[in-house]
């Protein structure tokens, strides 16, 4: 089945590590996204990619860093600078060919501080 | 800068109410709006989305979406819940010539039995 997996589902991190969030996709789509979902803000942006070996900052991209070296894959770090990264990820992908397409999203990753 | 407001944090109804979830967005060019769905549990699933033509959309499992350019508004809408519809919801714009959304900070339904 087409789709986009995340893992793992549960990360834990120790203060001053980085850790990296897997994201990969079978739907051969174009672009891709990383969001940070908090309770009550909602999805906010931290990094997106509209072709290979090309990405652009979201809303929040401090402290968080990516690449896009294959079309299906779209890693996430999660760098010791990031201050406060216990929170639920979400990454999602789309096709940009024809017309407007919408988004499909992952299952998500929890990342919590030990 | 760009926003999209969802007003309704937290919903509470019974069984057979009808459901109205605002969402109102802040950019003055063409626009895509999309509600997303997210069920305890599971991931976002896109419930519906307007492009252009008809202002109102339906979408999957009863649930519909008026655009009304002049509010910037793009409300959700079902006649009758069930519990089944408690979930999360949020209201996502894209704004054209983009490849970035922008997404409300979610409405929790809750419907009881």
């Known amino acids: 089945d087409g789709g986009i997996t995340q893992s793992p589902k549960y990360l834990f991190r120790k203060e001053g590590q980085n850790v990296t969030l897997s994201c990969e996709q079978n739907?051969?789509?174009?672009?891709m996204y990383w969001y940070r979902q908090d309770p009550g803000q909602g999805l906010r942006l931290i990094y997106y990619s509209q072709i290979v070996n090309d990405f652009q900052k979201g809303d929040i991209a401090e402290g968080y860093s990516v690449s896009r070296e294959k079309k299906e894959s779209f890693p996430l770090t999660v760098t010791s600078a990031q201050k406060n990264p216990t929170a639920f990820y979400l990454c999602a992908s789309r096709f940009t060919g024809f017309g407007n397409q919408p988004q499909h999203f992952g299952d998500g990753t929890r990342l919590s501080i030990l | 800068a760009q926003s999209v407001s969802q007003h309704n944090h937290h919903v509470i109804l019974s069984e057979a109410a009808s459901l109205e979830l605002g969402c109102n967005y802040s950019?003055?060019?063409?626009?895509?709006l999309f509600w997303y769905v997210q069920y305890p549990g599971q991931h976002l699933q896109l419930l519906l989305k307007?492009?252009?033509?008809?202002?109102l959309v339906k979408g999957i499992k009863g649930f519909e979406a008026e655009f009304i350019k002049s509010k910037f508004s793009f409300n959700l809408r079902k006649p009758s819940v069930q519990w089944s519809d408690t979930a999360e919801y949020f209201c996502?714009?894209?704004?054209?010539?983009?490849?970035?959304?922008?997404f409300g900070t979610g409405t929790r339904l809750k419907v009881l039995a």
């Open positions: 996502a714009v894209k704004t054209s010539g983009t490849y970035k959304y922008i």
């Open positions: 739907l051969n789509h174009d672009a």
């Open positions: 307007y492009f252009s033509g008809d202002p």
């Open positions: 950019y003055g060019g063409t626009v895509n």
